[in-house]
């Protein structure tokens, strides 16, 4: 037992020369020994707390307890903590407990701390008191909070039992941490309290006070008191290197006049934080001022003002003269109507002006000032300067709120009804949280000074400010911190370093918000009447425009192109009826979807950092959250060719997002149409596509960029640089680039003996200008004479691995300088070993050398005006002419041209299959094309076919899209028709993207003799004509698999190599048409038919079940009479029934025909030229020359619009 007693004698005797030693350090006045009496008062303080609730274990010391200092604290003190002598640990957990599901409470520490409450930041001078308290000792300042402010603690010294730590973000390095002081402070000495005054203090209530204020020559000689009720408290205001705040005081009635009384001395806005709105005080010696642009006098008080309780029995109300009292007091302006009314750009709304009691439940964004109050409200304290108070912030916290605005339906976003307070109303601290705080993000913490300029110099109202702070948070979620670093992204903007976040919302801002909107008058906003604030009065903001990750971008576009997805809409009826399985699937293979802006509601913003890829050589817009390829232009027919775009943040409010469907399906006819598990595989291609005048493009400071053109997960591309310190370069002219693709390179010598891989790569060709230049400063010096001048310029530059990220940038006719980094090598740009391309591809490219451009170099655009080498050559792209397009010549077999883009299909690569091979069906790509050509009205039409390996086919090949093609193979098939093909040297430049309004213009109505003046005629018309004969009707059912014959509906191969059950009906039909001019046999396929006959659906459908019997039914008409073929006999009635049908007057009739040329307008035979046919007319025979007979393909039947009902004549049938 006397061992026991010893130890914790000896435990206590070390206790206390910690705090003897503690003592010393950190609270005796600098330079000053220990006084005894000084260890004694703070020992005694903390054995007073200790002892309090007899919960000390035996221990008159808190043993468990260490002294910590300011310092200690800033260094060591990483994590929040909280202290609280008096407290058992069952106290303690029962108090984290009310910190809440949701939230970790504050961990328990056992720190004793003292220190000197002040509300000087550092040292004694004036200028450094702004309202804020502190805590200090020798090692240092805190800044800290307390509850409910005793004015006569201000500068003594405390031992603070219950408190709480908040260190500085870890990001934060050069952050201080805050205090939070719960309850009240012990002293360490003895406060003094100062005795009541010996005689009543003579005051003034706020009514004599007002009307003092229309006399201010009586108030030369005095220095009245003024006493109330506090009825209203400002924000604390710092401005124009001036502090101060506003307090009102009115008598016991609401309906009493209130006083408002400026309080600016330094020493006196501690008091902020002591006053309490409802409480009543005595201001003591005030003075009249007169405030700039502020029409009345206004009290203020003076460096002997001192603020003091109302205590009834210690005041005496001033009696005035009489003239004085026989002055009502000024009457107050009334506040305006607070109905809502239609203002120019909406509905002007008046906000309600309240208090209001809270807990805070979430911090909504911190730098902007946005939180959650009782999970219902929102709160935004971005109008008012609140520094040290957001410190402290975070759910838990209670807040009392002094004539905040309530602004309701706001819009922009936001749905919540919003609290938020101005310069006239107060925020003031009632409760501290007991959660600890949460681990602040780096994008939740920065941007503080941005938004308030947002709020003080662009003037934004709390609708847009509200949307503005949301759009900066996505955009920082889009490109921080692995494309930006938030600190740079949400920097205060001014002119030489403006902040990227506000450029990019500049276009909304200015639209919205222009920028000279008046300045905020803080007195103004506090003292006028009626109030008039940013607050006061709003306007329900519609979302301007949302910036979507590029990721969620795409899979909305894949969400609605599936959703879109219908294959009886893309196929529709009749016409689907009639196809078989191999057509109906070929038909549903490939479609497309075009995406504008204008179909999200709010309209989507596209915005990312333009790469290059050096996998798939394309562009890309990157975000955090991934890419989405991208086609560029500069403008109309004018492609990108300058790479120094590279790194740019790209924005963009104009755009096609396009995405193209790719269907692998089975369904056996268009029965099954509806079932979706007929399809097999479905795959999308997603990109976007818009012109750079179309776009704001931000250039990115390099210390700014992190990431932004590495394209590749397995490798890294260099960026592209400023300009190398030390390098070399050389200029060269592009005269043609070959198509990007998997090409075969023989291995350099000493490379691995494995069969290498095709390896993505292209071919340029072009001219060297002039020679090597090397990097001088800032510049490139004079050109190095070269060996032999009479050599031949022409070059061949292979660009593979990561340098196929210049691909989009390179196009014929433009002048380049290709960039070496580095110190010179002799003969870089020659010739050499660089790569082993054998003699035989340079042969056929016209050059006598190449070059491979290796992964670090680099490229920029020249301007080719200062280049006489390069002014003589044309700047138009080479093009074929019309002649030798749709010639037979074969010998020059590579054309070029440029053409719209008519239709896209996918069908069976069986023109390159040779009759017996074996293997998996290819596939290839079909585009239509009408050739642009200015001596044609009607464009001709051409077919170019796309397969392995250019597939898939490069992007913007949409319909309706403006093309160029270089070096496309030209080929005639067996019908004489002229096509090309997509070949290792094609070049593919898009010239304009899809119109974004499509208007189907009329076919041209015309008489069938303008169809023979060849070129001149159009493709596809309408005429009108009289049938006025059959020649042959063919109706049959085939199989949807084989296409066999289907004699009451069964296959023939049905059971022996054919899986298929299902049928369609398949019909043909030839009818000589005239109209007078010319004659034209016509040939009408499926439902066309039905309009040629004159039948209504329901008789066709009865048609084609008599003819699924005998399976098939032709009949072939020779004059007047009908020859029958096989498929049926000519005695039996369906037979009997179509050669009367045929040679009817229902059939036989006036028809309004819309039709295309059966030989396209690519088919390179003659035209058959005009015949002598001889006519009987009576008894004389007539010999005239005939023009040949036209041979059209139906597109549609109508029949003709009846005659006029008004003539004079009107005819019955």
Not at 1 to 7: D, L, P
Not at 516 to 532: A, C, F, M, Y
Not at 1080 to 1108: I, Q
Request: charged residues 20%.
């Amino acid at each position: 037992m006397a061992a026991c007693g010893f130890r914790a004698a000896g435990s206590e005797q070390a206790w206390l020369e910690a705090a003897h030693t503690f003592i010393q350090e950190t609270l005796c006045p600098t330079g000053q020994e220990t006084s005894a009496q000084l260890t004694e008062l703070v020992i005694d303080a903390v054995k007073t707390v200790w002892l309090s609730k007899g919960r000390n274990q035996g221990f008159s010391l808190p043993l468990s307890y260490s002294f910590v200092s300011v310092q200690d604290l800033r260094s060591h003190q990483r994590l929040p903590c909280c202290s609280h002598l008096s407290w058992s640990s069952s106290e303690y957990k029962a108090w984290a407990q009310e910190a809440g599901p949701e939230g970790v409470p504050l961990p328990r520490e056992r720190l004793l701390f003292l220190g000197t409450l002040t509300d000087l930041s550092g040292d004694l001078e004036q200028e450094c008191r702004n309202g804020s308290l502190y805590v200090k000792d020798n090692s240092g300042v805190l800044g800290c909070e307390l509850i409910d402010l005793d004015l006569c603690w201000v500068g003594h010294l405390f031992l603070f039992p219950s408190w709480s730590y908040l260190p500085p973000a870890r990001w934060n390095s050069s952050g201080e941490g805050h205090l939070e002081l719960w309850g009240a402070p012990v002293p360490v000495f003895p406060l003094t309290v100062s005795p009541g005054p010996v005689t009543p203090i003579p005051v003034l209530y706020p009514d004599n006070a007002s009307r003092l204020l229309r006399h201010r020559s009586k108030l030369k000689v005095m220095k009245p008191n003024l006493a109330g009720k506090l009825v209203h408290l400002s924000a604390l205001v710092n401005s124009q290197k001036k502090s101060y705040f506003v307090l009102s005081l009115s008598h016991s009635s609401p309906a009493d006049y209130s006083v408002p009384i400026i309080v600016q001395v330094p020493a006196q806005l501690v008091w902020h934080k002591a006053l309490w709105p409802g409480r009543a005080y005595v201001l003591t010696e005030l003075r009249v001022s007169k405030i700039r642009g502020h029409p009345y006098c206004v009290w203020t008080t003076s460096p002997s003002s001192r603020l003091l309780p109302l205590e009834p029995e210690c005041v005496q109300e001033l009696e005035l003269e009489e003239p004085l009292l026989e002055t009502d007091p000024r009457p107050l302006p009334r506040p305006s109507n607070s109905q809502d009314r239609k203002g120019q750009k909406g509905l002007v709304r008046d906000s309600r002006l309240l208090s209001y009691m809270g807990t805070v439940t979430c911090v909504l964004n911190e730098p902007a000032g946005l939180y959650e109050l009782d999970g219902q409200l929102g709160l935004c304290l971005a109008y008012q300067q609140l520094r040290g108070l957001r410190q402290v912030l975070r759910p838990g916290v209670s807040l009392e709120l002094q004539d905040v605005h309530l602004l309701q339906s706001v819009g922009g976003g936001t749905k919540r009804p919003v609290l938020a307070s101005c310069l006239r109303g107060a925020v003031l601290l009632r409760g501290f949280s007991r959660r600890k705080p949460e681990t602040r993000l780096s994008r939740q913490a920065h941007g503080a000074s941005l938004y308030e300029q947002l709020v003080w110099e662009r003037q934004l109202g709390l609708p847009l400010y509200l949307w503005t702070a949301k759009a900066l948070e996505e955009l920082a979620g889009k490109l921080c911190p692995h494309v930006l670093r938030h600190h740079q992204f949400l920097q205060y903007s001014s002119p030489r370093s403006p902040s990227l976040g506000l450029q990019l919302l500049a276009p909304t801002l200015d639209a919205l918000a222009p920028a000279d909107s008046p300045v905020r008058n803080p007195h103004k906003e506090i003292l006028g009447e009626p109030h008039h604030c940013p607050l006061q009065k709003y306007t329900r903001l519609q979302i301007p425009c949302t910036f979507p990750a590029l990721d969620a971008l795409k899979e909305e576009a894949q969400r609605r192109a599936w959703a879109t997805f219908d294959p009886k809409t893309l196929v529709p009826l009749p016409e689907a009826s009639h196809l078989t399985s191999c057509q109906l699937n070929y038909r549903l293979a490939w479609s497309w979807l075009c995406l504008l802006p204008s179909a999200f509601h709010p309209a989507q913003v596209l915005l990312g950092v333009l790469v290059a890829s050096s996998r798939k050589g394309c562009l890309q817009l990157r975000d955090q959250s991934g890419s989405l390829p991208c086609l560029l232009l500069a403008r109309h027919s004018q492609p990108l060719t300058d790479p120094r775009l590279i790194g740019h943040l790209v924005w963009a409010e104009k755009f096609q997002l396009v995405v193209e469907r790719d269907v692998r399906s089975n369904f056996p006819s268009w029965k099954e149409l509806s079932m979706a598990g007929f399809i097999q595989k479905q795959q999308a291609r997603v990109y976007v596509q818009f012109f750079l005048d179309d776009a704001l493009i931000i250039p990115v400071p390099r210390p700014f960029l992190r990431s932004a053109t590495s394209s590749g997960t397995s490798q890294t591309e260099p960026t592209h640089p400023e300009g190398p310190h030390m390098g070399q370069s050389r200029l060269f002219l592009l005269s043609h680039k070959e198509a990007l693709m998997k090409r075969n390179f023989c291995a350099p010598p000493g490379a691995s003996p494995e069969v290498p891989q095709a390896t993505l790569s292209f071919h340029v060709s072009g001219s060297w200008l002039g020679g090597t230049q090397k990097k001088e400063g800032s510049g490139w010096g004079p050109p190095e004479p070269q060996v032999d001048e009479n050599k031949d310029q022409k070059i061949l530059l292979i660009f593979m691995g990561s340098s196929v990220r210049w691909f989009e940038f390179l196009h014929p006719g433009q002048v380049y300088r290709l960039m070496a980094p580095g110190p010179s090598e002799p003969a870089l740009f020659e010739e050499g070993g660089l790569s082993c391309t054998s003699q035989r591809p340079l042969e056929l490219a016209g050059c006598v050398s190449c070059l491979t451009v290796q992964d670090e170099w680099t490229l920029e655009p020249e301007s080719s005006q200062d280049i006489p080498d390069v002014l003589g050559v044309p700047k138009a792209l080479p093009e074929s002419s019309l002649t030798d397009l749709l010639s037979g010549n074969l010998t020059n077999s590579l054309v070029s041209f440029s053409a719209e883009i008519l239709s896209r299909t996918l069908c069976p690569a069986s023109l390159w299959l040779k009759p017996g091979s074996t293997g998996a069906l290819r596939e290839c790509v079909k585009l239509t094309v009408a050739l642009e050509t200015a001596d044609c009205e009607f464009p001709p039409h051409l077919d170019i076919y796309i397969e392995d390996p250019h597939l898939p086919p490069p992007l913007g090949l949409l319909p309706r899209a403006r093309v160029y093609f270089t070096q496309l193979e030209k080929r005639v098939s067996r019908s004489h028709n002229v096509y090309c093909c997509f070949r290792a040297s094609t070049y593919v430049q898009v010239l304009s993207f899809p119109p974004e309004t499509t208007t189907s213009a009329p076919l041209p109505h015309v008489y069938l003799a303008e169809l023979l003046q060849g070129g001149r005629a159009p493709f596809q018309a309408t005429a009108s004509c009289h049938i006025v004969s059959v020649f042959s009707l063919h109706l049959l059912w085939v199989c949807t698999h084989c296409t066999s014959l289907c004699p009451q509906g069964r296959c023939t191969r049905q059971g022996t190599s054919c899986p298929a059950q299902t049928s369609v009906s398949q019909a043909s039909i030839r009818i000589l048409v005239e109209d007078g001019t010319a004659e034209a046999v016509v040939t009408c396929r499926n439902h066309h038919v039905a309009a040629a006959l004159g039948l209504c659906p329901s008789e066709w459908t009865s048609l084609l079940e008599f003819v699924r019997v005998p399976g098939r039914v032709a009949l072939q008409f020779t004059g007047p009479g009908a020859q029958h073929e096989s498929s049926a006999k000519m005695e039996e009635p369906l037979t009997l029934f179509l050669r009367s049908l045929c040679t009817s007057l229902s059939v036989l009739r006036p028809i309004v025909l819309s039709f295309e040329l059966e030989q396209k307008s690519s088919n390179i035979l003659p035209l058959e030229p005009p015949r002598l046919q001889r006519f009987q007319c009576g008894e004389l025979p007539l010999l005239t020359r005939v023009n040949p007979r036209l041979r059209l393909s139906c597109l549609s039947i109508q029949e003709p619009e009846p005659p006029n009902s008004g003539g004079a004549f009107v005819s019955s049938c």
